[in-house]
């Protein structure tokens, strides 16, 4: 009797466990996967949503993903793609490959739900970033309500070359001579993916937020005038982002992007260091070789202004109206420029300031005049900040704003970290960049620090508004302090300090100085100065 009541159990816990596995396993276009179960929701990590860049494929736009028979774990990260230094051996690293075209998936939808979609797209300059930091686990967002998906794309010189031949190859295929947009190209593909996919995850196709910080940002607002992202998503958030100056050779912060013709000439210099004078051999090159000789070299490693993936500046399109218009929650920290710019030499704050901004350089200096002990650090850091992010955010609302499209959420994070006194970032007044990060995924846990109850408050309202977001369009909802939508009119924004309160913009004084720098670089002087070599700043955001 004992052995039959065995044999049932055993019977019962493997009937037990083949449901569990089923329930972790999904068909999508490719094939059947199967995730895990993680603190009651499903993980997917490391589904291939392209077929690897390698190759022929190398500086080509991403391919489909080749199917594959019988059940496909799906528990590891991808590799991140190909970036940083080489070692003397020409080796990546591990778990840096060019085959790096996979996606990840939270989902804690149950039976037949439909949950909205949101879309993660990590920052690091163009240059770096992965999906499998430990901070952009999906688990605490998609308890919110949310399917939570992560995406890679190829960084650097890998993700964005352009050469004369690239475009050629790219005209006979596609009727438009272009390169440098890979890295673009590798999310509009992941959109696709998802679009055809997520409903096997319980995710809705037709409800896709796009999310990113910093490079991120400035990629999800390059999508909303991209033409091959049309319809691919229905809203966008963007933290620290935006790329809405002219373009300016060499490069400078908010004004980064090269034209196609000088992006071309910095592949053709790295084609002469590879010593290679065809297409084919810059493709058999070793990818450590190809970083390495890379490095050094201007208008290398950023999307490029092609005409084709990238159709022109992004404020002339939305002054056109020639975007997609979907709901945008945008914002910016209130310390940015203290992560870009650490000088308190006033000759050298004037020098930049002259340097940078030309004939406007006085309407600047007056904008951004010393504090009361005659120290320039904070204003240094301030004309960083806005340069880079706080014009970008503030035109971007602005401009959807006055043509009455959707509408625009607009943010400023002021909930200073609290930092030991020996830290970095100890003289930071503000909040660095990407600061905010932990507090919206809820990973407060994850830094050492003596978090406070207002910062988790905090944290708990971002983590909220920001899901809320991608279920409707609209970050209000119960229990939360209104958010007004941003109108030029009523420049509202949600601070977020202590607790969430909507406020008037305290520095519309300087957003309109810069406003009119930026206005001026798109006169035929302001142009030809940008042609003509006008020095920029160095620094992380300026000339790579």
Known sequence: MRSIRNITAALAL??????????????????????????GMRVFRGIPFAAPPINALRWREPQPAASWSGVRKADQ?????????????????????????????????KDEEKLPVLVWVYGGGFAGG?????????????????????????????GFLAHPELSAENRRLHGVAASGNYGLLDLVSSLQWIKKNIAAFGGDPNKVTIWGESAGAIAVSMLAV??????????????????????????APGENVPPLAIAEQAGVTLAGKLGVTTLDAMRAKPTGEVQAKARGIGNIGWPVLDGWVLPDDQYVLYSKGKYHDTPVLVGINSDEGASFSRTDDP???????????????????????????????????????????????????????????????????????PYAADSRNADVAGVPHGAELPYVFQQLNLTK??????????????????????????????????????????SQRMVFKDSPQAKPYDNLAQLEAMDAYFAWRR??????????????????????
């Open 14 to 39: 493997l009937i037990a466990l083949q449901a569990g596995a089923a329930q972790l396993q999904v068909q999508v276009a490719q094939g059947q996967l199967e995730g895990t179960e993680e603190g």
């Open 77 to 109: 990260f991808g590799s991140a793609c190909a970036q940083g230094q080489t070692g003397a051996d020409g080796n990546l690293g591990p778990r840096i490959s060019e085959d790096c075209l996979y996606l990840n998936v939270w989902t804690p939808a």
């Open 130 to 158: 992965r999906t499998s930091d430990a901070l952009f686990d999906g688990q605490p967002l998609a308890r919110k309500g949310v399917v939570y998906v992560s995406v890679a794309y190829r960084v650097g010189v890998m």
């Open 226 to 251: 991209v033409p091959q992202a049309k319809g691919l998503f229905h809203g966008v958030i963007s933290d620290s982002g935006g790329s809405f100056g002219s373009t300016r050779t060499p490069t």
């Open 347 to 417: 000759a050298q704050f004037q020098s930049d300031t002259r340097s940078r901004f030309s004939v406007h350089a006085d309407q600047i200096l007056k904008a951004y005049p010393p504090d009361a002990k005659g120290s320039i650090k904070q204003a240094a850091r301030n004309v960083m900040r806005e340069a880079s992010f706080g014009w970008q955010s503030w035109v971007w609302a602005k401009l959807q704003s006055e043509r009455r499209g959707s509408p625009v959420f607009v943010y400023y994070m002021d909930q200073r970290p």
């Open 449 to 490: 620090l003596p978090w406070t109850d207002a910062d988790r408050r905090i944290a708990d309202a971002m983590g909220t508004y920001w899901t809320n977001f991608a279920k409707t369009g609209n970050p209000n909802g119960a229990g939360l302090p209104s958010w007004p939508a941003f109108t030029s009119k009523d």
């Open 523 to 544: 006169t035929p002087e302001g142009k030809r100065f940008g042609e003509n070599g006008g020095t920029a700043n160095s620094g992380p955001l300026g000339q790579r």
